[in-house]
């Protein structure tokens, strides 16, 4: 097949264009493109909420002339000052912080932690299962028995000790998590590239005398696409929640740097007099968990309705 395949186009014959268009026309017919997904109601909404929580958080400080996320009044009369106070939405902490800005400020290190964790989880899971599932052979079964093991460890408690031994910093909570995403990932790209590595485009590439870079990258990576962005965004919302419980057992982001997880933790102290001071920023960890799951949610329905 190889060889039927490999004599026209290698030797430039008629029959060459007509294969190659054919070859080309298929390669177009599985790609999935991302932007269809973008056009969907079930994909958009969620996803524009969740662009208005990361614009809120990044730019909501600098748009509204919020003072810095522990630049806190001195004087009792700035403490605790409750909701709709002058000058504070949220009204202060004890230290007299306005508690909308660290709210925001907050929200920054939640959502950092969360994309840079499944950005890095995504890539060097990605490269690593692509590339097992296409090679085959012993170098997939040493990279999937490593991964394997991987996974039999807990990961949130194997997070949280790697993160106690490494120190609490923003920097070690993503390193931890990301550490842990990638056999996630790696499981999913390699069960698409052994399904992928067989369809006759793929032969046609290699007969044509593509490199394995080329092929993982031109015609792999494009299909595979579509199932890791619904997989990632379900991570993003796991790594918020992940970093949150390290935040909240002091394993992760260290006080007074606010993120949402250490908010509910000092926020717990003040409960019955401030409610708010647990239920604002759990509340913003909800929504914006909620609506990353929505988000993979409204992709995989998509995906299944192209499928059919």
Same mark, same amino acid.
């Given at each position: 097949?190889?060889?039927?395949?490999?004599?026209? %186009?290698?030797?430039?014959?008629?029959?060459?264009?007509?294969?190659?268009? /054919?070859?080309?026309?298929? $390669?177009?017919? +599985?790609?999935?493109?991302?932007?269809?997904? *973008?056009?969907?109601?079930?994909?958009? %909404?969620?996803?524009?909420?969740?662009?208005?929580?990361?614009?809120?958080?990044?730019?909501?400080? $600098?748009?509204?002339? *919020?003072?810095?996320?522990?630049?806190?009044?001195?004087?009792?009369?700035?403490?605790?000052?409750?909701?709709?106070?002058?000058?504070?939405?949220?009204?202060? @902490?004890?230290?007299?912080?306005?508690?909308? /800005?660290?709210?925001?400020?907050?929200?920054?290190?939640?959502? +950092?932690?969360?994309?840079?964790?499944?950005?890095?989880?995504? =890539?060097?899971? /990605?490269?690593?299962?692509?590339?097992?599932?296409?090679?085959?052979? =012993?170098?997939?079964?040493?990279?999937?028995?490593?991964?394997?093991?991987?996974?039999?460890?807990?990961?949130? =408690?194997?997070?949280?000790?790697?993160?106690?031994?490494?120190?609490?910093?923003?920097?070690?909570? =993503?390193?931890?998590?990301?550490?842990?995403?990638?056999?996630?990932?790696?499981?999913?790209?390699?069960?698409?590239?052994?399904?992928?590595?067989?369809? @006759?485009?793929?032969?046609?590439?290699?007969?044509?005398?593509?490199?394995? $870079?080329?092929?993982?990258?031109?015609?792999?990576?494009?299909?595979?696409?579509?199932?890791?962005?619904?997989?990632?965004?379900?991570?993003?919302?796991?790594?918020?929640?992940?970093?949150?419980? *390290?935040?909240?057992?002091?394993?992760?982001?260290?006080?007074?740097?606010?993120?949402?997880?250490?908010?509910?933790?000092?926020?717990?102290?003040?409960?019955?007099?401030?409610?708010?001071?647990?239920? %604002?920023?759990?509340?913003?960890?909800?929504?914006? %968990?909620?609506?990353?799951?929505?988000?993979?949610?409204?992709?995989?329905?998509?995906?299944?309705? +192209?499928?059919?």
């Amino acid at each position: 097949m190889t060889e039927a395949v490999g004599g026209p %186009i290698a030797g430039g014959g008629a029959g060459a264009l007509p294969l190659r268009g /054919s070859l080309r026309t298929a $390669w177009v017919r +599985e790609q999935r493109n991302v932007k269809r997904y *973008l056009r969907n109601l079930e994909v958009t %909404i969620p996803a524009s909420v969740f662009l208005l929580v990361v614009l809120a958080c990044f730019f909501g400080p $600098w748009i509204f002339g *919020l003072p810095g996320a522990n630049a806190g009044k001195l004087g009792i009369q700035y403490q605790l000052l409750p909701l709709n106070s002058p000058g504070h939405l949220l009204g202060t @902490d004890i230290n007299g912080n306005d508690l909308l /800005s660290r709210l925001l400020h907050g929200g920054q290190v939640s959502i +950092e932690v969360g994309l840079g964790a499944t950005t890095i989880g995504f =890539i060097l899971g /990605s490269v690593l299962g692509t590339f097992a599932g296409y090679i085959g052979g =012993i170098v997939d079964a040493a990279v999937m028995r490593f991964l394997d093991i991987q996974l039999a460890f807990p990961g949130l =408690i194997l997070a949280l000790a790697v993160a106690a031994y490494l120190g609490p910093s923003e920097l070690h909570v =993503i390193f931890a998590l990301s550490f842990f995403s990638v056999p996630g990932y790696a499981r999913l790209t390699r069960a698409q590239a052994l399904r992928l590595r067989e369809r @006759d485009y793929i032969a046609a590439s290699r007969a044509m005398g593509a490199s394995t $870079w080329h092929v993982m990258r031109r015609h792999m990576s494009p299909n595979i696409m579509p199932s890791m962005l619904t997989f990632a965004f379900l991570q993003i919302g796991q790594a918020i929640v992940a970093e949150a419980a *390290l935040s909240y057992l002091g394993a992760g982001i260290p006080f007074p740097t606010p993120s949402w997880g250490n908010m509910v933790k000092v926020g717990q102290d003040y409960l019955r007099p401030r409610p708010d001071f647990v239920l %604002i920023p759990g509340g913003m960890l909800f929504i914006t %968990i909620l609506v990353c799951n929505l988000i993979a949610n409204g992709l995989r329905d998509v995906a299944e309705s +192209e499928a059919e």
